[in-house]
């Protein structure tokens, strides 16, 4: 992925350590494993200690027996958001007839394309939640040829609803073909996007049409044998309408039922001011260009806020990928750095690049024990 930030909110429990104790000295065991109190702590034996026939007194009933010093708790993991404004994304998905094949026709096996896009959009919506405001519109809107239906809105932190809809859809062989018998009104489908998207306020971070369809537009006139012409110029019509309104569109192909139509990808991927078009035969394949468009649309930041109060930046353990712990850098030339005012770790030099990159899957911020990095 391009610039694929998707930050954890699940950090691995570190490994122990020592905690500060006040004014940042830490609490030593003492011989036998009993802490060393300080003065009027009662612990220090005086000359002769121990040698009292009468033993120490018996402890009250309802005392609780010292345990062995546990000494620093274990790291605890910070909930964190990256900083910067989400993106609008309106996922216009294909539910006709043809998404109720298995998602390879030669030979057919596995689950059907529509089953294996549900799971695959599903992961895409929960992944970005917090980096991207999905919306999604489902196509046909009836078992034939109507225009597709906004079934979620744009909205943030939408993947819980979208998710819903998904799970909604009957993706068994036997049962979506009773259900989705429809045709492919892409173009149709597209302009009722781009009337959607007028509905709203527009978002000066960007806004985007994921079309996910397995195979060519049709819907256009009736053909001798019960089926409809196809209509990618219309289709190319209703993309490059949607771009002179500032709306790019990512054509994404699933499947391998489209035959001869790459031509007709490409064209409108290029009207949708993409490049190219997306192309997946599987369900590996389908969760990789779908990371890769969202990674493409996903504003680069370094930043991540955390979740509640300000801490104390010495007691962060920060890193990659449950990978090397990495060092704070005050000076801010790499590694990383807090600001208490504004709540936030920020990335600098070779891990700041990283993170952009897109090469970081999750950055992890655990807030614990003081030590040496490891």
């Not at 490059?240 to 039922?257: K, N």
Request: a negative charge; glycine letters at 14%; proline letters at 10%.
């Amino acid at each position: 992925m391009r610039d694929s930030l998707v930050l954890s909110l699940a950090a691995a429990l570190a490994a122990l350590g020592c905690s500060a104790g006040p004014g940042g000295g830490t609490r030593d065991a003492g011989p036998g494993g009993s802490m060393d109190a300080g003065p009027g702590g009662g612990t220090d034996a005086g000359p002769g200690a121990g040698t009292d026939s009468g033993g120490p007194p018996p402890p009250p009933p309802d005392a609780v027996p010292p345990g062995p010093d546990a000494g620093c708790e274990a790291t605890t993991p910070v909930p964190a958001t990256i900083v910067g404004d989400p993106p609008d994304m309106l996922l216009v998905v294909d539910i006709s007839g043809s998404m109720c094949v298995s998602v390879s026709v030669f030979p057919p096996s596995g689950d059907t394309r529509l089953e294996v896009m549900r799971r695959a959009l599903d992961g895409l919506v929960t992944s970005k939640d917090a980096r991207i405001n999905f919306g999604m519109m489902l196509f046909p809107g009836d078992n034939a040829c109507a225009p597709g239906t906004v079934r979620n809105g744009v909205a943030p932190r939408n993947a819980s609803a979208i998710r819903a809809t998904l799970g909604g859809l009957t993706t068994d062989m036997f049962g979506c073909a009773l259900r989705h018998s429809g045709a492919t009104p892409t173009h149709t489908s597209l302009d009722a996007a781009r009337t959607y998207y007028g509905t709203i306020p527009v978002n000066p971070v960007g806004q985007f049409v994921l079309l996910a369809t397995d195979g060519l537009p049709n819907c256009g006139p009736p053909l001798p044998d019960g089926g409809t012409e196809e209509t990618v110029d219309e289709t190319v019509a209703a993309i490059e309408a949607l771009f002179a309104a500032g709306i790019s569109t990512y054509v994404l192909g699933f499947g391998d039922s489209f035959g001869g139509g790459g031509t007709a990808l490409n064209r409108m991927a290029t009207a949708g001011g993409t490049s190219r078009p997306y192309n997946a035969r599987t369900a590996a394949e389908l969760d990789t260009a779908l990371d890769a468009i969202a990674a493409s649309v996903i504003p680069p930041s370094c930043t991540v806020m955390l979740d509640g109060p300000s801490r104390d930046p010495r007691l962060f353990r920060v890193s990659f990928d449950s990978g090397p712990l990495i060092a704070r850098d005050e000076s801010r030339r790499s590694g990383w750095d807090y600001d208490a005012a504004t709540n936030t770790i920020t990335f600098y030099g070779a891990e700041c690049a990283r993170v952009q990159s897109g090469t970081v899957t999750n950055v992890e911020v655990d807030f614990g024990c003081p030590g040496p990095l490891i």
